[in-house]
Each structure stands twice: as C-alpha cells, then as structure tokens.
C-alpha cells in the first residue's frame, strides 16, 4: 500500500475547503519554505529530517493560529508513520488527534482525524471499520459543506469495496462522479478512469473499450489521470499482448505491479502464472507462508513436468501410428485424454489459487481479531496503571477496589482469549485417548449453571429445564461435556441484554440433546454453518475473537457428538444444540 501519494492529495483537498480562522498561512512565504523542507524529507523516507521539518513547521502554524494547517501536518505525521509500517504509533497518534479536536471542540476539523482512522483500518486489513471511518467523514463533510473534497472519499471506500462487493463499489464511483460534475469537475476525469480498470476486473470488456475510448478523448484534451499507466496496460491486454503488458506494469507501477500482473493472468485464464504471481505477492507478506507455497508449488511442477513428458510420448507414438485406422482411433482417445487431464490440472490450479487467497484471508482475519481484542484491555489496564501510578491522583479504598477489579477483569478477557487458541490448537492436533466415564447429565448440567449463575448479564435469567429421567447418565467425558455448555453460555450470555437463557436436556431416540438458546439478538438461518467456522464474528463489535462456537464443535466432534444451530427454532434469540449418542 504505497501512502506517499496520500500527503499530496491531503494537502490540496484540506487547504480547498476555505475554512476561517485568525490567519489563512498557505500562500505565506516562510509557510511555503518550511512545507518544502517537509516535503522533501517525507520523500526521501528520512525520519530524523522528517521530524525536525515537521515540528518547525507546525510551531509556526500554531503561531500564526492557522490551526487548518496546523492540523492538516498532524495528519501527515500519522501517514510518514504508516509509510514507515510504525502502525501502532500512527494509531496513537490518530486517536489523540480525535481527542484533542473534540475537547478543542473544533468539530469542522473532526473529519480529518476519522479519515486518517480509516486509512489505518484499511493498512490492517479490517475493511468493516474502514468503510465505517470514510462513511462517517462523508457525513460531517456533508455536515458542514465540504463538497468539493468528497469525491477522494467516496474512492477511498470504492478501493475497499472492489474486493469485496463491487456492486456497492460501482455505486460508490457513481456517487463520487455525482459530486464531482457539480463541485470539482477537475477531479471527474481521475474517477472516471478508475471506472475503466472497475469494467476490465469485472471482466466487462465492452464498457471497457467504450470508456478508453472516452479516456484517450480526454488525454488528447490535456487531462491526466494517476490510473493512466495502468489503464493503458489492460488495454494492452486486451489487444491480445498479455505479456506486452504485463511487462509493462511490472517496468512502471513498481510496487502495485503484482496486484495487476495477478489480474491479467486472471482475466486471460492463465491460472498457472496467475498463481505464481500470487504465491510471490505472499511471500513479500510473510515468510511462513512462503516455505508452505514453495512446497505446494514444487509438487504442482513434478505433475506438469510429469503430464508434459506424457504429452510428448502420446506425440511420438501419433507419428508412428498415423498411417492406419486403429490408430487414427487410439490416437482420438490419446488426444481426449490429454484434453481431460489438462483441463483437471487447471482445475488444480484453480483451487489451489482460491485456497492461496483464502488462506491469506483467514490469517488477516486472525491479525485484525486478536489485535483488536487484545488491546483494548491492555489500554484499559495501561490507564488504570497510570492512574494508579500518579502521586497526585488520591483515591478512596473503594475506588482503589473497582480499579483493581477492572485491570482483573480485564487481565481475565487477555487470557481468556490466549487460553481459546491454545485450547483449540491442542484439540486440534491432540491424538490422546478419551477417558469416559458415567456422567449424571443432569447432575453435571446443575453444577454447570450454579458456577456460570453469576457471570450472567445483570437483568437476564439462568433457567433450566430437564426432560432426562432421574439417575440418567451415559458413558463420556465429563469435562470436555461441561466445557463445550459453558461455551455455549458465554456465546448466549454476549448476545443477550434481557430475558432469559436457558439450558434444556432430553433425549431423542438413540440421540441425547442439552440445547441452550437465549432471547437474545438471534442468529440469520443463512448463518448457521459459517458462525462455525474461525474467526467468524457476525458482530465485529461484540467481545471475543471468533472461537467459540468452532471451539465448541471440535470438543464435540472428538467424542463422537456435535454442535449445531437450530433453524427451525422461532425465537426470539438462537438455539443451540449438542448432541451425543446413547
């Protein structure tokens, strides 16, 4: 993600907007010279010449209280520190922007703090929050009229919505174009460009074709467009040169050609590169990944170097054969095979691409769960610390209880979080033999909700329900039993406010069944085998990192049961239900 070019868009989109204050600094000279000194050390990646320009240059802002620019270079700091990959820091140093223009109450400027949030979230991959940063910049530029800097927001969320619903991308684009045509009609033709490569990676070739026709219209009229190079190499693509082409993006677009090599390779059929191209763009990501790829590579290549050396047999014996009729026909079948056989390697190939991506997608999903779930109570209990840290700050016993009971608390969610990967590592690879043992179901069931009684949300009933005749026990492990309903619980308990959750145990024909369900929100039927799966959170707002439920049903699975949602109950809230054989 190259976020150099960021600054400069940031730059003339922030100073256009007009805003007043004491003094408007941009057209002064000494502004000009410090934003200079800036700029070129930004450029050259030099931290040491960034920071000493950057720090002269907003005393001089602060000085002259022109707080726009001010503020404008407290955002080019965050982007010099995601170029630098210091993610966390840029974090910071976005969140205490947020905090110092709310207290300031400069709410006109707000926008600038939530776009820079946006921009993070995207960095780490977590498109929800992102989209949900631009789309809350979006409304206060809306607020207060700042229209003629929407447009570069609006392709903000096209760039994270392409991958992921380009239907709502396209809307996107169409939005932005909206508003460029009426307040900033410079900028149209940048947007329009971007809906040339939108045509070419949905694969709509002639709205691509009509549209570059419109596009070389306008580069013979003097405009330019950053999407320029890379429209001319689809293009190029399209005439049938993939390789021209390929070629080059790879001698012009530096960092973002593999993105682009993987989309021709794509749209030409030509998974074998595509893979490739796709294989290296993840070994720049991460090294682990890199060895796995090079060993499903290097068995990829055995079967092509196996299938072209069966190929050029088949070849040899059709020149033999080729005077007679038998083997014309021998020949026939040899050619079908060959057919059939290529075209189940593509398949390979195919799948192995798809499981590559999906792959990489669960590792992103991991980062961007455990990151989010793990700092937020080390920042909790970081504060607390401070707090309890400060000489000044006098606290009664009973404050000093809550506080402890807090950073507790929250060292409990820390590990609680750490305990659910190890647990479900170990299940996963754990060959060891079950102990069974005759367990009281209901016994256990009991126990159960009289130690889970008090971690229920307060206003919301534990209730229990036994349809299980008296002394009724059966041959298992009474621990992995207890485990998988207290996970249960903590899945109900997240999602219900008030009510009741409730524990029900029965049989059904050679089948026991110990079900909970709640009122809480509910869960969608179409849901109902995804939520299983890891790192699956259908509320990224809600506490946990996805690993519950398949937690759950791998601790099922290994003695013999299983765990599923109940669609067809009515609600309100879900059920869940586990069940064993008798």
């Not at 509910?522 to 990224?540: H, P, S, W």
Request: with cysteine.
């Amino acid at each position: 993600m190259n976020l150099r070019h960021l600054t400069l868009l940031l730059t003339i989109s922030l100073s256009s907007i007009g805003l007043t204050y004491a003094r408007d600094c941009k057209n002064d000279s000494t502004y000009i010279v410090l934003r200079d000194s800036m700029s070129n050390a930004f450029n050259l990646g030099d931290s040491a010449r960034f920071n000493k320009a950057i720090t002269k240059l907003e005393n001089y802002l602060l000085q002259q209280d022109d707080l726009h620019l001010y503020y404008t270079q407290r955002c080019n700091e965050i982007i010099f520190l995601m170029n630098s990959q210091n993610i966390f820091e840029a974090y910071k140093k976005a969140q205490t922007l947020s905090k110092e223009l709310r207290e300031k109450g400069l709410d006109k400027e707000m926008y600038m703090a939530k776009n820079m949030m946006g921009h993070i979230y995207r960095y780490c991959g977590n498109h929800e929050a992102a989209k949900k940063a631009f789309n809350e910049v979006i409304e206060l530029m809306e607020k207060y009229g700042y229209y003629e800097s929407m447009p570069p927001i609006y392709m903000n969320i096209v760039n994270v919505e392409m991958d992921d619903d380009p239907d709502e991308a396209i809307e996107m684009l169409e939005k932005a174009a909206e508003i460029a045509r009426k307040y900033s009609p410079d900028r149209l033709f940048d947007i329009e460009s971007r809906r040339l490569l939108s045509y070419y990676n949905q694969g709509d070739m002639e709205k691509f074709v009509e549209g570059y026709k419109v596009y070389k219209a306008g580069v013979d009229s003097g405009q330019t467009s950053v999407h320029g190079r890379a429209i001319e190499i689809y293009y190029e693509a399209y005439m049938g040169d993939v390789d021209k082409a390929i070629k080059m993006a790879k001698e012009t677009l530096g960092d973002d050609a593999n993105e682009i090599t993987i989309n021709l390779y794509k749209n030409a059929g030509r998974w074998q590169e595509a893979y490739e191209a796709l294989r290296i763009q993840l070994e720049e990501h991460d090294s682990i990944d890199n060895v796995i790829l090079s060993n499903s590579m290097k068995g990829i290549e055995d079967e092509l170097q196996l299938y072209e050396i069966e190929r050029q047999a088949n070849k040899e014996r059709l020149i033999g054969m080729i005077s007679i009729i038998a083997i014309l026909i021998l020949l026939i079948c040899a050619l079908s095979y060959i057919v059939f056989i290529r075209r189940q390697h593509m398949k390979q190939l195919k799948i192995a691409y798809e499981r590559a991506l999906e792959s990489d997608n669960i590792k992103t999903a991991f980062i961007r769960n455990v990151s989010h779930e793990v700092r937020t109570p080390l920042n909790i209990i970081a504060g607390f610390a401070q707090i309890v840290a400060d000489t000044n700050i006098k606290m009664s016993p009973e404050e000093l209880k809550d506080v402890s009971q807090m950073v507790l608390k929250n060292t409990n969610i820390i590990t609680n979080h750490f305990d659910e990967l190890i647990e479900l590592s170990l299940n996963e690879h754990s060959g060891d033999v079950i102990n069974k043992e005759d367990v009281d179901i209901h016994l256990l069931i009991q126990q159960v909700a009289g130690d889970y009684k008090g971690l229920v949300n307060s206003g919301v009933e534990l209730l229990l329900e036994n349809g299980l005749p008296e002394g009724f026990t059966i041959a298992t492990n009474k621990k992995m039993i207890a485990r998988m309903v207290n996970l249960l619980l903590d899945n109900a308990n997240k999602n219900t406010t008030t009510g009741n959750i409730t524990i029900k145990t029965s049989t059904k024909g050679a089948t026991l069944e110990i079900a909970v369900q709640d009122t809480g929100c509910g869960v969608d039927a179409k849901e109902a085998e995804r939520i299983f799966e890891r790192f699956v959170k259908l509320d990224n707002f809600k506490e946990g990192l996805g690993l519950g439920l398949p937690l759950c049903r791998m601790i099922a699975h290994r003695i013999g049961g299983n765990v599923y949602l109940d669609t067809t109950f009515a609600g309100p809230g879900a059920r869940f239900v586990i069940t064993l054989p008798l």
